[in-house]
């Protein structure tokens, strides 16, 4: 079974562009969650899917925004990029009850932001 | 809110030795905790997930151990290796459904 896919790997975009981007979770898993990781921060939850529904979010501003598919694929947008929003974007898709089951990581998309 | 700690921020030990990753949690309101270990500029690889209602969980030479009460859990890896070098995570599903993460405690095993 593929694991969790995220495209692009590697992003450079410069203050004020936009961006998104892109999360296939694991077949038959129906929550998706992303996570923005930094040295300085360390993980931090932007926001969860499931079933095409946000179920919960994280404390972002609303330039960071995402939705999901009816097959489960996930996208994450950022709007007017900051510098500060340079960082490894993963996400990760769950089984179980309510996709409360064990996380499935993806290998991430480092943005940077020039 | 949810806080999640993990001491120490760092770890090394010399290869054959037993490693001992600590994570602590203030709310013993959780549905799961699930350890992770990461190598530098990688996703998170999924090692263990214990159920709030388990006290422990094996996978060949990890085991990690949960004692809700104390807001306590414990991965142990046996006989470590050079491939253990990584940073271990662990996080908590709280009781709002979030995924809550430590910082982490990054390991090196020296040959």
């Known amino acids: 079974k593929a694991g969790v896919t995220q495209t692009p790997r590697y992003l450079i975009k410069t203050r004020g562009q936009q961006v998104t981007l892109s999360c296939s979770p694991i077949?038959?898993?129906?929550?998706v969650s992303w996570y923005q990781q930094t040295p300085g921060q360390g993980l931090q939850f932007l926001f969860e899917y499931f079933s095409e529904t946000q179920r919960n979010k994280g404390n972002f501003p609303g330039r960071f925004s995402g939705r999901q598919f009816s097959n489960s694929r996930s996208e994450m947008n950022v709007s007017t990029l900051e510098l500060g929003d340079s960082a490894l974007y993963l996400c990760?898709?769950?089984?179980?009850?309510?996709?409360?089951?064990?996380?499935?990581f993806g290998p991430g998309t480092r943005l940077t932001v020039l | 809110k949810q806080e999640v700690t993990q001491i120490p921020a760092a770890l090394s030990v010399p290869e054959g030795e037993n490693l001992v990753l600590n994570c602590s949690f203030t709310?013993?309101?959780?549905?799961?905790l699930q350890w992770f270990r990461q190598d530098p500029g990688k996703g998170l690889t999924s090692l263990l997930l214990i159920q709030s209602s388990q006290r422990e969980q094996t996978s060949g030479r990890l085991n990690a151990s949960l004692d809700k009460s104390s807001g306590r859990s414990t991965l142990y890896i046996a006989a470590s290796q050079p491939g253990d070098s990584a940073t271990y995570l662990c996080?908590?599903?709280?009781?709002?459904?979030?995924?809550?993460f430590g910082a982490g405690t990054q390991v090196v095993v020296t040959p």
């Open positions: 709310d013993s309101a959780i549905y799961n």
């Open positions: 077949s038959g898993h129906r929550s």
């Open positions: 990760a898709s769950g089984l179980g009850t309510g996709g409360y089951g064990e996380q499935f």
């Open positions: 996080a908590v599903r709280d009781s709002w459904g979030k995924l809550q």
